[in-house]
């Protein structure tokens, strides 16, 4: 299906129509809505990479789960499949990990913010990721060099952890991690 198709399309969006899309593009569905999401900006990509380092490291020194970074499916929902830039699966819980992508709710997502992804990110993801579950949501934002770690409690998600300009931000599900803002937003390219 090209983009051409797409646009002449007024439909509800579900995972069976996903998986007829064209690889050569980055989609995610929200709500039933189709979302083209574009390549992100190399400092997008070096930032993402750099905190993919600190957690792939920190989980197999503990022996805790997976870590896996963008482009991958989580499957929601039929009508909500997205593509977060990292996402951690505690061990307990492989079952989830399948060929095809990731079905169920990570542990903990993670958000690199750009500038066409600001409201998409704050706003539907975390409601979203808040709904299906997601323990932690990391809201990694190099427009205003913060971290924002979001914790979902009874009553939704909080931050529990946040830190701007310096410092650092510690995660409530990765007992122990503690990330500087350094570590990610250094800009050695």
Request: aromatic content about 10%; glycine content about 6%; hydrophobic content about 40%.
């Amino acid at each position: 299906m090209n983009v051409a198709e797409l646009s002449t399309k007024t439909k509800q969006w579900c995972y069976e129509d996903y998986l007829q899309l064209d690889d050569e593009q980055r989609y995610e569905i929200i709500e039933g809505e189709l979302l083209m999401v574009p390549a992100p900006s190399s400092f997008h990509q070096w930032y993402s990479h750099n905190l993919e380092i600190l957690l792939t490291e920190f989980v197999r020194e503990h022996d805790l789960g997976y870590v896996f970074d963008a482009p991958i499916d989580v499957i929601l929902s039929p009508d909500n499949v997205v593509q977060p830039d990292l996402l951690f699966i505690a061990k307990a819980r492989r079952e989830i990990i399948q060929e095809r992508g990731i079905f169920g709710a990570p542990d903990m997502v993670v958000e690199i913010v750009s500038p066409s992804s600001v409201h998409r990110d704050y706003h539907a993801k975390q409601k979203l990721y808040e709904r299906f579950g997601v323990r932690e949501y990391w809201l990694v934002d190099p427009g205003n060099r913060a971290v924002d770690v979001l914790g979902l409690g009874d009553e939704g998600y909080t931050s529990v952890s946040f830190a701007s300009e310096t410092g650092e931000v510690n995660s409530q599900i990765l007992e122990g991690l503690t990330v500087s803002l350094e570590a990610i937003f250094q800009t050695e390219i």
